[in-house]
């Protein structure tokens, strides 16, 4: 139980840690920075997506033959849905955007650019979560050096991307201690979300192909609609491609040498 409780916070002290560059950097993230640290966290949550959750679902739906696919479609698919009729009904505003996406709102400018990377850190969580509950119910195909693997991939990613929420608001005029906070709280979701789908997974074992391609289909959802694009804006630079392929293959070898 210690491991897995270990393995729900690390991706949060990732994000903890990050924020904390508030204290020691002085300046804004430069723009090659901040797509670098996009096209990074992009690498890897598309190789997570594939190596932690997709091929393990079809691996547990192999009883099903020539059709041991459809849970992975199916759950891919719905994780799909589900942060798009989230990504429209929770207002956000985006780094460096200048109109907020959802509902409209009276919510203060750093308020919802803290909700944007929420939004962002939920699939992440629910990744952490499903992973660790389907090493619990005692998946042959899901060990705890691979659920670990999956944790440590999210917390190495979510360090970057804590200093994208906490420096920007620094340069919006949040005080140091209070751009951190806020920078610690967006990934508050992650363990929260972990937790509470380690408890749904519980009592629906057999759905957890489902579960599994559901938490890909959310991440992959963040991927093309958020980071692709920030690590593509303003002038052409390849740093956000190198930086993917950076992210992906460390995801994988991860994957492999812990799994």
Known sequence: MKSVVLGLLIPFLGTAGGAACVFFLKKELKANVQKALSGFAAGVMVAASIWSLIVPAMEQSEPMGKLSFVPAVIGFWLGILFLLLLDNVIPHLHIHAEKAEG??????????????VTLHNIPEGMAVGVVYAGMLAGNVNITAGGAMALALGIAIQNFPEGAIVSMPLRAEGSSKGKAFLNGVLSGAVEPIGALLTIVAAGFIVPAMPYLLSFAAGAMMYVVVEELVPEMAEGEHSNIGVLMFSVGFTLMMALDVALG
């Open 103 to 116: 509902p409209g709102s009276k919510l203060r400018r750093t308020t919802m650019m803290v909700l944007a």
